[in-house]
């Protein structure tokens, strides 16, 4: 079965850095577009960023200028560098496919493909 594992996440002062990491099991990166998400406790899922099969990038405006995705297919690994951190960007991140090949259609950006990495901004 296909899945995906998000890393990196940890608490942090605002202001402060972190990389997050997503493998891929049994899944190819190739042809998918891939996203970051997030969600916080009683709010919907969120999408933070995402790269195209063709490497064009989207960011949300709230993380626009901070935060950086990129994506290494030799070790099928999607990367989200955040800097800047705020409070405001806590929540529980998750990546998964946004288009192509693997998109499982709307609803799945978040709580779907893995268990997502807890990011904590503390002021």
């Known amino acids: 079965e296909a899945h995906l594992v998000e890393s990196g996440g940890e608490p942090v002062e605002a202001g402060g850095s972190l990389r997050l990491a997503c493998t891929a099991s049994r899944f190819s990166f190739d042809g998918s577009d891939m996203a970051w998400s997030r969600q916080a406790p009683g709010n919907e899922c969120e999408l933070v960023s995402s790269?195209?099969?063709?490497?064009?990038?989207y960011y949300a405006d709230a993380v626009k200028g901070r935060f950086s995705i990129s994506l290494d297919n030799a070790k099928n690994t999607v990367f989200l560098r955040m800097n800047g951190l705020k409070p405001e960007d806590t929540g529980v991140y998750f990546c998964?496919?946004?288009?192509?090949?693997?998109?499982?259609?709307?609803?799945?950006?978040?709580?779907?493909w893995g268990q997502g990495t807890q990011v904590t901004v503390s002021s």
């Open positions: 790269i195209s099969v063709d490497g064009i990038t």
């Open positions: 998964a496919p946004s288009g192509g090949n693997s998109y499982a259609g709307p609803g799945t950006l978040c709580n779907f």
